[in-house]
């Protein structure tokens, strides 16, 4: 089971390092989404690396294949560890993802897991239907989606805990599930929609958890995380 993935959901990088610097050198998973990204930039990429940390690098590309192909074959480069696509994007689009990693991976290294995001957790199945008129139930969208990336080649997808289940069932227990939306009991759902515990998550057959706001807004971050970690059953 993988560590809990620690979103790092800052806008520099002060605001970083001083965060991490509360876990006190302890190698994480963490997340690298395009708030980061978009004001830091590759550098602090290559810092994290330095500090020992895995690397989930959040930048949800959608685009035409050609575009994202090309993206991708310069994020190989950065030497992480997982990047992701929007599943919406379709399957050429996910195919020239998956080969643009490929192409850009250097000789000798492991190629970053590639997984596809399905319906944000933030989206309500209301929500779906309404706004992009995708009439089936939320569950089959994301399924969908799911088989959509596996046939594409895909690694895995992001979704929430309770779409876990249908996936594993059709596409087997390697296809990576890696879930955000996770809460520890009490702490504010704010605008996630489709929200679990750790421990709820791992009941449903998670492969991953994303965890942002629990941890980074918590008084106690560490404490927090040590929270979630005990919750989701370490390693
Ligand atoms: O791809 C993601 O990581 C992602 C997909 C998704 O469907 N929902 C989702 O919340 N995320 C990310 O997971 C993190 C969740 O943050 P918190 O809600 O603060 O725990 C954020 O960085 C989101 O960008």
Redesign the pocket.
């Known amino acids: 089971m993988h560590k809990p993935i620690i ?1 790092l ?1 800052f806008s520099s990088e002060e605001e970083t390092l001083a965060f991490l610097q509360q876990f006190g050198g302890e190698p994480l998973y963490v ?1 690298v ?1 395009m708030e980061l990204f978009y004001q830091t930039g590759p550098c602090l990429i290559a810092a994290l690396k330095e500090m020992g940390h895995d690397i989930f690098l ?1 930048l ?1 590309l959608h685009d035409i294949p050609h575009t994202v192909g090309r993206a991708m074959k310069g994020l190989a480069r950065l030497g992480v560890d997982m990047v ?1 696509v929007h599943a919406a994007g379709g399957s050429d689009m996910m195919k020239a993802a998956l080969a643009g990693l490929e192409a850009g991976t250097p000789a000798g290294k492991k190629r970053p897991a590639i997984l596809a ?1 399905t ?4 989206t309500s199945e209301t929500q779906m239907q309404k706004e992009q008129g995708i009439l089936k139930p939320l569950r089959e969208s994301v399924l969908d989606y799911a088989v959509l990336a596996y046939d594409a080649g895909l690694d895995g997808v ?1 979704c ?1 805990a309770f779409e876990a289940p249908d996936i594993t069932a059709r596409l087997g227990g390697a296809f990576l599930k890696v879930v ?4 520890l009991a009490g702490d504010d759902v ?3 929609k489709r929200v679990v515990t750790p421990a709820k998550a791992r009941e449903l057959g998670s492969t991953a958890i ?5 941890i ?1 807004k918590a008084p106690d971050p560490y404490e927090a995380y040590l929270k979630v970690k005990q919750q989701w059953g370490n390693e």
């Not at 319906?119 to 933030?122: G, V």
């Not at 955000?180 to 809460?183: L, V």
């Not at 994303?210 to 629990?214: A, C, N, P």
């Open positions: 979103a959901d997340k989404g959040d949800k992701n995001v319906q944000l957790t933030s992001v929430s955000p939306g996770i809460r704010s605008d996630q994303v965890v942002g706001r629990s980074t």
